[in-house]
């Protein structure tokens, strides 16, 4: 049985939030039941965590600024306290040194591949650790896009690159009337940074009022307090603000998915793409910008309009609304779309490349 240590300490900070936080939840819920793994997670003290994982607790009592450093220079102890065989460093902290065999994940190289100003810190940051990625013994990519880019930019060995991607949870299921007149509105999903597309979506709706649709978007996800006031100018700014409700996090995920009639996927750039997995799974339609890792996970089970190009976007939501006709077609697409990517296949596919590490 390997000793397998999981560096879940993103469980603890704004990654619990996004996909990451999904991602290593499953992972760990999985790995838990491989009879070939003792998994213990390295986590903050109180994380919940999935049944058959041991807590190691990270005892971190640095300032917020200074946690990142603290975790890399304690990670080492932690390894002995542990008594691990193998690391696997899920989230976006490769560690700095590692005595033993580590196996990184790569979900994206967003600050090199993004040209965003509010980046740059982050850009730095990830062309000083580009070496870590490297000195891993494998890394596991999330997507063929995440694969493709990473091996160009972190100069990875692509010998060394595993793509395994993302599966979807089983309570995203259609609901039981899954006719589209049941459903109403537009949906979004997605943690407000400017890379996920708000002002997109917001003329969207806007255009979509102006045409006289009476339809409203519902943007589902977290927003922290110190990019509020951000998102808050942005909607005032946005030609119909009455036709956007900001959910913030919501526990009816699920809900909001089999609820929307269209989910709206105006983000520029992911490293996989969560939301359009779950909404094909809960038979809700996609339309989304056709770039980066979405190209892949939509494929042709959903509409792909060229990047950034909101009257292309609006053309599209407009051609699923007013034909149901097409709206079936699309329903049923993506659920057999969504029915290939399972976290049980993911997470077979990590324990083996775990194996193979030995």
């Not at 300032?63 to 990142?68: F, T, Y």
């Not at 899954?178 to 002002?199: C, N």
């Not at 089970?301 to 006709?325: F, I, N, W």
Request: some cysteine.
């Amino acid at each position: 049985m390997t000793r397998l240590l999981v560096d879940a300490s993103s469980l603890g900070d704004d990654s619990a939030y996004r996909g990451i936080g999904t991602y290593v939840r499953q992972l760990l819920g999985g790995l838990a039941r491989r009879p070939e793994l003792s998994v213990t997670a390295l986590c903050r003290p109180g994380t919940a965590l999935p049944e058959g994982v041991r807590a190691l607790p990270a005892w971190r009592a640095a300032p917020a600024r200074w946690r990142r450093a603290q975790h890399e220079l304690l990670l080492p102890a932690d390894l002995v306290r542990a008594h691990a065989e193998l690391l696997h460093s899920p989230a976006l902290d490769p560690p700095w040194r590692c005595r033993t065999r580590w196996v990184q994940t790569l979900h994206d190289v967003i600050p090199l591949a993004f040209a965003d100003p509010a980046l740059a810190a982050e850009r730095r940051r990830w062309r000083r650790h580009a070496e870590r990625y490297r000195r891993a013994d494998a890394v596991i990519a999330v997507s063929r896009h995440t694969a493709a880019v990473g091996i160009e930019a972190l100069q990875l060995d692509p010998g060394r690159v595993e793509v395994i991607p993302h599966g979807v949870d089983a309570r995203f299921v259609p609901p039981r009337d899954a006719q589209p007149e049941a459903r109403h509105d537009l949906l979004m999903v997605g943690e407000y940074s400017r890379r996920k597309g708000y002002p997109e979506a917001f003329a969207l709706v806007g255009a979509l009022a102006e045409l006289g649709y009476r339809e409203r978007l519902r943007v589902a996800g977290r927003i922290a307090p110190w990019v509020e006031p951000v998102v808050s100018r942005v909607r005032a700014q946005a030609p119909a603000p009455e036709r956007i409700k900001l959910l913030g996090f919501t526990d009816d995920l699920v809900g909001e998915y089999q609820r929307a009639r269209v989910l709206v996927m105006s983000s520029r750039y992911e490293g996989f793409g969560l939301p359009v997995l779950e909404a094909m799974a809960c038979g809700t339609p996609v339309v989304a910008f056709d770039n980066s890792s979405l190209t892949e996970v939509v494929g042709d089970a959903g509409v792909l309009v060229p990047d950034g190009d909101v009257a292309a976007l609006t053309r599209a939501a407009r051609a699923v609304l007013d034909d149901e006709q097409r709206w079936r077609e699309l329903s049923e697409r993506g659920l057999e779309r969504a029915a290939r990517f399972s976290w049980d296949e993911s997470v077979r596919a990590h324990a083996e490349l775990f194996a193979g590490l030995r």
